[in-house]
């Protein structure tokens, strides 16, 4: 079942073959995390058109690990791709650091 756990999970054949080698992998970025769920909404919406596509790729918000809890209201809230990217790109700001306009706030939900 790799493959099922490797779509939530993509890193992990990273650490699988750093274990093998001895050595420890250094745990996702939340930028990688943000990129990988920008391609798995992009790809949905590409199959299945921009309602269903955004609606079905929400199955995959555990890819986003640590940021999944701060945006899954405001990316349950969006229906258009656009305004899913819009929000993934406001946590992945958040996560690098805050900024004066947007501290603390991610599409109106605090964080």
Partial sequence: MIGRGAIDHAWMCREARARLGGQTAAAPT????VAM???IVTA???QRGARIGVAVARRHLGVLGPLAPRVRAPLFAETTL?????VLERA???A???SPRAAGHVDGASV
């Fill in 44 to 46: 949905q919406v590409a």
């Fill in 92 to 94: 992945a700001a958040l």
């Fill in 30 to 33: 939340d930028d990688e995390r």
């Fill in 96 to 98: 690098r650091g805050p």
């Fill in 82 to 86: 656009a305004g899913t990217l819009a």
């Fill in 37 to 39: 769920y920008r391609a």
